[in-house]
């Protein structure tokens, strides 16, 4: 079973998107929860993530604009994008780091385009 993203969808530059991430498990004892993206001919990247302390930290390319939340008792991640430029298009992804290694098996993500 895979993380479930959502959420994304066609933009204009500056508008505003709110992605969701299902897990299929409990995320209550993972200590890191993030998101990543990957634009077309890239390699994935680190977005945003979120600490069991709710602990914060952003790739600079999105600091200030995006904010990462969790809600462990839905075992839900968020990543509330705002004032979206067209280098924010990519497939969004979650997924939380335990132990050293992924939580979960990645899912299919979520396609944020973002248009001038």
């Known amino acids: 079973v895979q993380l479930q993203a959502s959420g994304g969808g066609l933009a204009h530059a500056g508008d505003s998107l709110r992605l969701s991430c299902a897990a299929p498990?409990?995320?209550?004892?993972?200590?890191?929860m993030g998101w990543y993206r990957q634009a077309p001919g890239n390699e994935r990247e680190p977005v945003a993530s979120i600490t069991t302390d709710r602990i914060r930290n952003y790739a600079d390319s999105v600091k200030g604009r995006f904010t990462i939340s969790r809600d462990n008792s839905k075992n839900t991640v968020y990543l509330q994008m705002n004032s979206l430029k067209p280098e924010d298009t990519a497939v969004y992804y979650c997924?939380?780091?335990?132990?050293?290694?992924?939580?979960?098996?990645w899912g299919q993500g979520t396609l944020v385009t973002v248009s001038s």
């Open positions: 997924n939380g780091r335990r132990l050293g290694a992924w939580a979960f098996s």
């Open positions: 498990g409990s995320i209550f004892s993972i200590n890191i």
